[in-house]
């Protein structure tokens, strides 16, 4: 299993952009499935967007609609770090934000939770109106 680390959460108004990271051991990062998901109290834990490795340096991001035009999710191989840049911020996004990551040689989507093996603590997000 891979350790995660989330940092960058924080309080800001509706219509501002946040940029979250998540810190990544394992020698293979490059090829793990990742995926940023949140969680309010609550409520279910939610995907939020997935980058997946499809061969070569090709990576294919999912995204739930809600995010689709304002979150973008990216990584940074040489430092073993995701990232999830929020822009156009709302309310409803509020949330504690997590990173994961799928189990090392399975490369398929996935916005199940239980389809992740690792998991990082959080970070909270607040938006305020």
């Known amino acids: 299993q891979v350790q995660l680390v989330e940092s960058g959460g924080e309080l800001v108004q509706a219509g501002g952009s946040l940029r979250l990271s998540c810190a990544a051991s394992?020698?293979?990062?490059?090829?793990?499935?990742m995926g940023w998901f949140r969680q309010t109290p609550g409520k279910e834990r939610e995907f939020v967007a997935s980058l997946r490795w499809s061969g070569g340096s090709t990576y294919i991001a999912d995204y739930t609609d809600s995010v689709k035009g304002r979150f973008f999710i990216s990584r940074d191989n040489a430092k073993n770090k995701l990232y999830l840049q929020m822009n156009s911020l709302k309310p409803e996004d509020t949330a504690v934000y997590c990173c994961a990551a799928r189990a090392s040689a399975v490369y398929t989507y996935s916005s199940r939770p239980a389809d992740f093996a690792s998991w990082g603590q959080g970070t909270q997000v607040t938006v305020s109106s």
């Open positions: 394992g020698r293979t990062f490059s090829t793990y499935v």
